[in-house]
């Protein structure tokens, strides 16, 4: 009967953990899928250049003002049961944003952007909560998944549009089939009643990361790093073509940034397993970043090279950022509480990084302002990321 049990255990650990890596790749592909194809989308659906570029920055705006109320959420109805309606918003969203009238595009969005908002946040906590002893690599394993399929999101996204039978809206819609799958694997686990520690565990009083260092120390190397993440997402192809690189070679350059950010993903949480604590890491990443955008600036001749350096940085800085919500923290609730701190500021800051760039060129007339601002960050991210990857727990 006993082994009959752990069996049993071992099973529904296995099955967790496949479900929490599905969740994980659900959380970035319905953003990533629309970039390719939004000039489409803007002529099909007529939408002018600021509403263009609202549906573009709508959902990370959505990511930092969710973030705030996701963990009392997930306290309240149990952390399995939220996941599921959030992978289930996603799957509804991502369909309504594909359907021909121009308010379930917007509907669509707000939707499946409210759902992986909530899973950004709680699943951290799950897995700090189920997996204690291995969730720095659980962590990464989902934040691989995460990052692989929305690069093959965004790279299959005009292939797909292109097809004879096709147009945007199935690069869009063709998401669903995931969220789907994702969202039936889940079904098992909305059995689940857990929402809290014991009552035992629950006496030692919770400290806020809002007024702890560590909490301010993860939100910015989170914000900062992300910020540099996004603006060169969004804005390389622009600075490229000012500097000789093609729209095309752009779009080349700006894939290889992503799969070495993904295969860096992987390398990244062994390692994080293995080291005593997140130090080695977090400079590690900030030096990257900082030889990266030093380096597109000073020799753009050179720009792949530059990704390639950048690459490795925002790997390891996505996985590193993100294991310090369960490695710097005492219990899943804490962990959820980090969470949220950490990315209602890193996605406040993932939106107004790509802005101050516009802003900054256009006032500027050049480059050197906007990329002197990413490099100045990325020197931050070697700060930051160095104090919060010290052994110390809120």
């Known amino acids: 009967m006993h082994s009959s049990e752990t069996a049993v255990r071992l099973n529904g650990a296995k099955n967790l953990s496949i479900g929490i890596v599905l969740v994980g790749a659900n959380l970035r592909a319905?953003?990533?899928?629309?970039?390719?194809?939004?000039?489409?989308?803007?002529?099909?659906?007529?939408?002018?250049?600021?509403?263009a570029g609202m549906l573009h920055a709508l959902p990370l705006l959505l990511f930092a003002a969710v973030s705030l109320i996701a963990p009392s959420v997930g306290r309240r109805y149990g952390l399995e049961r939220v996941l599921g309606a959030a992978i289930a918003a996603i799957f509804l969203g991502t369909l309504l944003r594909s359907v021909w009238l121009p308010i379930g595009l917007w509907i669509g969005t707000v939707l499946l952007s409210m759902g992986i908002a909530f899973g950004n946040v709680l699943l951290p906590g799950?897995?700090?909560r189920d997996f204690p002893d291995r969730a720095a690599g659980l962590i990464g394993l989902y934040a691989a998944a995460m990052a692989g399929v929305a690069g093959v999101a965004a790279g299959v996204a005009v292939p797909i549009a292109s097809l004879a039978f096709a147009d945007w809206r199935w690069s869009l819609g063709v998401w669903a089939v995931l969220s789907l799958i994702t969202l039936l694997t889940w079904l098992p686990q909305l059995r689940s009643t857990r929402a809290s520690l014991p009552v035992a565990v629950k006496e030692v009083a919770i400290v806020s990361p809002w007024r702890h260092p560590i909490g301010w120390q993860v939100s910015l190397f989170f914000?900062?790093?992300?910020?540099?993440?996004?603006?060169?997402?969004?804005?390389?192809?622009?600075?490229?073509?000012?500097?000789?690189?093609?729209?095309?070679?752009a779009g080349l350059y700006l894939l290889v940034y992503q799969v070495v950010a993904v295969a860096t993903n992987l390398g990244s949480a062994s390692l994080i397993q293995r080291l005593p604590d997140q130090r080695l890491l977090g400079f590690s990443c900030g030096m990257c970043l900082l030889v990266s955008t030093t380096g597109l600036l000073a020799h753009p001749a050179l720009s792949?090279?530059?990704?390639?350096?950048?690459?490795?940085?925002?790997?390891?800085?996505?996985?590193?950022?993100l294991s310090l919500f369960a490695l710097r923290t005492r219990d899943h609730d804490q962990a959820g509480a980090l969470s949220s701190m950490a990315q209602c500021i890193g996605y406040g800051g993932a939106a107004a990084g790509p802005l101050l760039i516009g802003v900054l060129r256009d006032a500027?007339?050049?480059?050197?302002?906007?990329?002197?601002?990413?490099i100045v960050a990325s020197a931050l991210v070697i700060v930051f990321a160095t104090l919060s990857g010290r052994k110390r727990v809120i």
Do not use: C
């Open 30 to 51: 319905p953003i990533t899928s629309l970039g390719p194809v939004l000039p489409d989308v803007q002529a099909s659906m007529k939408l002018s250049g600021a509403e």
């Open 126 to 128: 799950l897995v700090k």
């Open 223 to 249: 914000a900062l790093h992300s910020l540099i993440f996004y603006s060169i997402i969004d804005w390389f192809a622009s600075y490229g073509g000012t500097s000789g690189v093609s729209p095309k070679a």
């Open 304 to 321: 792949l090279v530059w990704l390639i350096v950048g690459g490795l940085g925002a790997g390891i800085a996505l996985v590193t950022s």
């Open 364 to 374: 500027t007339g050049g480059w050197t302002v906007p990329l002197t601002l990413l």
